[in-house]
Structure formats: structure tokens, C-alpha cells
């Protein structure tokens, strides 16, 4: 079986699907690792540290991709490269694939095994093949640095011969994994930190990392789905939260927004006369920018400057700490194959919950029951 690593060729993509130390344990399980030549580098690992774990240069792209019969990338290839591989080939990625039916379109056409990394369920059993997770984990650490930096204020109280500073006051909106590491971050720097999400049993979570959660009373609808995601409010439960956030939102130096809903949106928390409330200096870090954003005034990719607050939309931050994002991708990727591999062949046992909602498509048909909903 040949494993191919591409390039990534995405704007801001800075990782790398399959690291040198994860190839030595593939090329020991006898599979063929073929590295596009450079496909490291963004991560800073050299295409002689591939050598060195046993996988091959290729010659080409394009050899990786026609030879292939696995393709382990980050970013869902574009539509040639797609094209490019053989039939029957196993595609792992995040394909993100009820935004994109055209793409599961064009798995089925092509006969490609497609693979999400984003569909792998949030259960127990898949904690070491959850992307989702790890990446979250590093957008949310990051997040907390960005704002830290922006800030033109110290985080932790200091004593100091010319007077005390007390610690920075800071909101951090959305308590999923982001959100939680975020506030972890913060806390270390020594911040004070508040938090809320609509998903009330996080309260516990916020609270042991040393935040205040802040309580909103949204009567007893549900918030969340089965599946424990957040579920979209409706108009007077948006307002009331809005009003709830404001009060907090304008005492805060940092606010820190990762507020998502699956297949959604993101909703927004902040609006515009929020942060005309807030005080000059102050910095909005929108993790959720990429999504639309939960502040109303954020410009994805940029950081702006609003009624004298900062208001910062990142791009891809997992990207931005690329060693280590792609060192618990190529993990999280490698816990996968291995229970997709059995003798060093893939078996499609769809009597697993994890292989059955990981596969969106296989031999031309549609899989994944998410899609078939
Ligand atoms: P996410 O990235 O989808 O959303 C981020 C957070 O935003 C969530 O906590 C959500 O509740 C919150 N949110 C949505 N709308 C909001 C609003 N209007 N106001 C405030 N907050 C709002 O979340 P995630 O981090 O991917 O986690 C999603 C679910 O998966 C959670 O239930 C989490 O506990 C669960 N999970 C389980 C495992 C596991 O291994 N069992 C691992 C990771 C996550």
C-alpha cells in the first residue's frame, strides 16, 4: 500500500498531514510512504527527515497522486488533484462535507474513498483521532497570546516599586475546546476571567480552570443537540443574551469569541454598539471569524480598529503553531488508519460507529448517515 503526503497548497496553511516520527511508525507497519518533495518544510520538518523514517521523495506531485491508494492531506485538495487519483483511493482530510456537496458529488464520481477528519465522532473511543479537538486546542492557546499582545496592558497584577496594576479583566465567549484552553491560557498569564456558553453543564469546566461563569437565564429550552453540540436561539433568547454579555463584555480589556454552530452561522454576540461601549484599547480576538465571526464588526484576516478597540480576525491558527498542529494531526490521522487497517489493508467495517461516520463516501456511494439525514 502506498501512503502520499501532498504539499498543502492553501492560503495560511502552514502543516503538514504526516510528520517524520508518524512515517517511521507507518514504514514499520511495511506501508510505502511517498512525501511530495517540500511538504514539510511549513512545519519545519526537511524532506531528509522523511528520508530518514523511511518514506521516498516523489518524483512529482502528480506521481503521489496517481500512484497512490492512500492520501493523507490537511486542507481538502482542489478539484484536479482530486481528479488525479486512482479510483478506489482512501482520501483522510477534513473534507467539511455537508457544506460541500459538490465535493461529495465528485468523490462519488471519481469512486474516491472520502475520509473527514472533521466527521469522526466526539465519543470515548475516538478521543485520539479527534482533529477537531486538537486543533481547537491550539486556535484557542493562540488566541489568548494574540490578545496579549495587542493588549497595551499587562495580564497578571503586578507590584511594583512605582505602584500596583491590577490583572487584566477578560470574557471569553463560547466554553467548547477552544474556548476552555483559551481561558486556560489566560489564566496563566495571570488574567482575570470570566466565561459563558449557552451549554450550561460547562459551567463546572470554566469554573476548575479558575474562570467565573457568567449565568444567563435562558429559561429550560434546549440548548444543544443529542450529539452535545449548541443549537441556534431563537431572536428573544439572542437578545437577552446579548444584553447579558454587554454588561460584562464593556468592563472587559479582552474579549476572546468562539461561539460556533454546527452547519450554521456563527452567532453574533458582539454587536457594533457593544463595542462602542467598550473601552479604548481593549481587544476583540474573533476566533469565529472564519465561520462569518460573532462580533458584527470583525473583517476575517485582518485586524481592525473600531471605536478605538482592536478587533482581530485570524486566519487558520492551529496553522500558525504548524509544528505542533501538525505533530497531533498526523496523530490523530495515524489512530484512524490504524483502525482502518487490518494486515495492512483497509477494511471497511461499517458495523463501527467510528469508521461508519468517518467515511463520507466509499465505492460510490454516499456513507456517512450525517449526509443521509
Ligand atoms: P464548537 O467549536 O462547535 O463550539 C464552540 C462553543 O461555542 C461550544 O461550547 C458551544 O456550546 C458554544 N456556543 C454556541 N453558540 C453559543 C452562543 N450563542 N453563546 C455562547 N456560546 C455558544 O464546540 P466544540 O469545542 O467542538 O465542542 C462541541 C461538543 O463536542 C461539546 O459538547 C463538547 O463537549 C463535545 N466534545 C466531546 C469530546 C469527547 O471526546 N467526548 C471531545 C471534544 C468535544
Not at 215 to 236: C, H, I, P, R
Not at 312 to 336: D, E, I, R, T, W
Request: one cysteine or more.
Amino acid at each position: 500500500m502506498i501512503v502520499g503526503v501532498l504539499k498543502e497548497t492553501a492560503e495560511h496553511e502552514r502543516r503538514v498531514a504526516l510528520t517524520p516520527e508518524v512515517t517511521a511508525q507507518l514504514v514499520k507497519q511495511e506501508l510505502e510512504i511517498w512525501v511530495e518533495e517540500g511538504a514539510g518544510l511549513g512545519s519545519n520538518f526537511p524532506d531528509a527527515e522523511y528520508e530518514e523514517s523511511g518514506a521516498k521523495i516523489a518524483e512529482s506531485r502528480d506521481k503521489v497522486l496517481s500512484e497512490c491508494d492512500i492520501l493523507l492531506t490537511i486542507q481538502t485538495p482542489d478539484e484536479a488533484d482530486i481528479k488525479k487519483l486512482k479510483k478506489g483511493a482512501i482520501l483522510i482530510c477534513f473534507l467539511w462535507a455537508l457544506q460541500h456537496p459538490e465535493l461529495v458529488e465528485l468523490l462519488k464520481e471519481q469512486g474516491i474513498t472520502g475520509m473527514g477528519m472533521d466527521a469522526v465522532p466526539r465519543i470515548s473511543r475516538a478521543q485520539n483521532m479527534d482533529a477537531l479537538s486538537s486543533m481547537s486546542s491550539i486556535a484557542g492557546y493562540k488566541s489568548a497570546l494574540i490578545a496579549a499582545n495587542e493588549l497595551d496592558k499587562y495580564l497578571p497584577m503586578m507590584m511594583t516599586a512605582a505602584g500596583t496594576i491590577p490583572p487584566a479583566k477578560t470574557l471569553v465567549l463560547g466554553a467548547g475546546v477552544a474556548g476552555l484552553q483559551a481561558i486556560a491560557t489566560l489564566r496563566r498569564l495571570g488574567a482575570v476571567v470570566e466565561a459563558f456558553d449557552i451549554r450550561p453543564e460547562v459551567k463546572e469546566q470554566v469554573e476548575s480552570l479558575g474562570a467565573k461563569f457568567v449565568e444567563v437565564e435562558l429559561g429550560d429550552d434546549e440548548t444543544q443537540t443529542e450529539g452535545g453540540y449548541a443549537k441556534e436561539l431563537d431572536k428573544s433568547k439572542q437578545e437577552l443574551q446579548r444584553e447579558a454579555i454587554h454588561k460584562h463584555a464593556r468592563k472587559s480589556d479582552i474579549v476572546i469569541t468562539t461561539a460556533l454552530i454546527p452547519g450554521r452561522p456563527a452567532p453574533i454576540l458582539i454587536t457594533e454598539e457593544m463595542v462602542k461601549d467598550m473601552a479604548p484599547g481593549s481587544v476583540i480576538v474573533d476566533i469565529a471569524s472564519e465561520n462569518g465571526g460573532n462580533c458584527e464588526l470583525t473583517e476575517h484576516g485582518k485586524t481592525v480598529e473600531k471605536y478605538g478597540v482592536s478587533i482581530v480576525g485570524p486566519y487558520n491558527l492551529p496553522s500558525q503553531l504548524s509544528l505542533h498542529a501538525s505533530k497531533l494531526y498526523s496523530k490523530n490521522m495515524v489512530a484512524l488508519l490504524n483502525l482502518l487497517l487490518e494486515d495492512g489493508k483497509p477494511n471497511f467495517n461499517f458495523e463501527d460507529e467510528i469508521i461508519k461516520n468517518t467515511t463520507i463516501t466509499h465505492q460510490g456511494e454516499v456513507i456517512s448517515p450525517m449526509l443521509k439525514e
